[in-house]
């Protein structure tokens, strides 16, 4: 199976982040290092303990007995697994204790989480490497393995998606504890499909850079999305631009962000799109849901741009479908996304 992870970002993006993580550097220089250090250093060790973990997965399952091999090296192989989901169990244990030592800090804003949200987000990756190889191997039918240790693998898998969800969980957790809006964060890739599963074969895909906070009060809406594709094209949008951009995150795990695209190289520039995204229970691996609209195949459409505003609001549109309208289900295949709902809006 096709992996996304490792996805390039246009150069533009790249020198936007490096700008704004050099003002970040030059804005921390001559505070104390972060009390969260060492938890960052503990789960870059829980993050190295799955990457074994996964050599040992595809070890194990390149020298699983066939049926013609001795009972001996069937026990052999179950015994290996045991001590692989043992191992993922310890794993799972130390990331919450890392997290519960966090949660006990009171952030101030020159110690904000957002180096343990990125070093959990490795290990979330880490625990879904481990997923990818199990289910390339289980995509076919019949298995290419012995029931007993299909029913063993199944079990290590099981293990492994539970560091993978409890993993996002604690990334929801700390991240929507740093703001008192609703917003929606993530790095992730969607492939438009709906009921597809892993292995099968992938179209449109594409990934996502987002951070977006809703407006409330004296609180402006703020933000960006990036969107590109491993052929290089790319577009983006700006939430501080509330005219043209919309936030809205309207029930839990549930949230609307649309634009009109101001910046690019590809056909997007000059169109408005819509962004309906759902936070499914569980990980977020083929099974967190996108939803892409077009308002209109239009260029510079002042009605694309009130229907996206009305949609981003009722999640309707206010009239008859523009020309060109289409609408482009996804599905979440690599990374996460977060939606915060604050309890502050009522909603």
């Known amino acids: 199976m096709k992996r996304y992870q490792a996805a390039l970002l246009p150069s533009s993006i790249i020198l936007v982040i490096a700008l704004l993580l050099g003002c970040l550097g030059e804005a921390m220089a001559g505070f104390d290092p972060s009390p969260f250090k060492p938890a960052i250093n503990r789960l870059g060790a829980v993050e190295n303990q799955l990457v074994a973990v996964k050599g040992r997965v595809i070890k194990t ?78 995509g076919f039918e019949p298995t290419p393995f012995l029931p007993e240790f299909e029913d063993r693998l199944r079990d290590v898998r099981a293990t492994a998606q539970t560091v993978s969800s409890n993993a996002q969980g ?48 004296a609180l402006p809406q703020t933000g960006f999305m990036y969107l590109w594709n491993d052929a290089g094209t790319w577009f983006a949008l700006d939430f501080a631009d509330s005219y043209n951009t919309c936030v809205r995150v309207y029930d839990e795990g549930r949230a609307r962000i649309a634009g009109v695209v101001q910046s690019g190289n590809g056909p997007q520039v000059g169109r408005a799109f819509g962004f309906h995204l759902e936070d499914q229970p569980g990980p977020a691996y083929f099974n967190d849901r996108t939803t892409t609209v077009r308002f209109t195949s239009a260029y510079g459409s002042e009605d694309a741009r009130q229907y996206m505003h009305y949609w981003c609001e009722t999640g309707e549109l206010p009239g008859a479908e523009l020309t060109g309208y289409a609408v482009w289900p996804g599905i979440v295949i690599d990374g996460s996304f977060v939606i915060c709902n604050s309890p502050s809006d009522g909603d």
């Open 170 to 217: 604690y990334t929801a957790q700390l991240t929507c504890s740093q703001g008192a809006t609703d917003g929606v964060f993530g790095t992730y890739t969607r492939a438009g499909c709906i009921e597809c599963q892993p292995g099968d074969e992938l179209t449109f895909v594409g990934h996502r850079l987002l951070t977006a906070r809703e407006a409330m009060g």
């Open 61 to 138: 399952m390149d020298e699983a007995p066939g049926s013609e091999g001795p009972s001996s090296k069937l026990k052999a192989s179950l015994n290996r697994l045991d001590a692989i989901d043992k191992k993922l169990a310890k794993v799972d244990d130390k990331v919450t204790s890392v997290i519960e030592e966090v949660m006990g800090f009171d952030p101030t804003p020159f110690e904000t989480l957002d180096d343990v949200i990125l070093a959990i987000a490795s290990v979330d990756r880490a625990a879904v490497a481990i997923l990818e190889e199990i289910d390339a191997r289980l």
